[in-house]
Nanobody, 117 residues
Framework: QVQLVESGGGLVQAGGSLRLSCAAS???????????MGWYRQAPGKQRELVAT????????YYADSVKGRFTISRDNATNTVYLQMNSLKPEETGVYYC???????WGQGTQVTVSS
């Protein structure tokens, strides 16, 4: 099992930036088994949607069309941390952002992002 803790959310004006972090912890075998990590978000009253994913080597990344060119996902395997740099944020991107590890189907508790207009 892997535990995930997100941080970095907050209130920002439209056009602003935020950087989310997600730290993974667990026993060494669990950590070493982590391949793809990702970020999802859930806006009020809407379904959770995939925002971006990154493989362990960082060579294959996925971005939702709506965030391409504005968001960047990265990871530091030495600290088991995945990041999401979000630029040019829009009010409709307000919601709770969740970190996810595919191999364990583990989720973090989420971090709130609020973009004011």
């Amino acid at each position: 099992q892997v535990q995930l803790v997100e941080s970095g959310g907050g209130l920002v004006q439209a056009g602003g930036s935020l950087r989310l972090s997600c730290a993974a912890s667990g026993n060494i075998l669990s950590i070493l088994s982590i391949n793809t990590m990702g970020w999802y978000r859930q806006a009020p009253g809407k379904q959770r949607e995939l925002v971006a994913t990154i493989t362990r080597r960082g060579t294959t990344n996925y971005y939702a069309d709506s965030v391409k060119g504005r968001f960047t996902i990265s990871r530091d395997n030495a600290t088991n941390t995945v990041y999401l740099q979000m630029n040019s944020l829009k009010p409709e991107e307000t919601g709770v952002y969740y970190c996810h590890v595919a191999s364990w189907d583990s989720w973090g508790q989420g971090t709130q992002v609020t973009v004011s207009s």
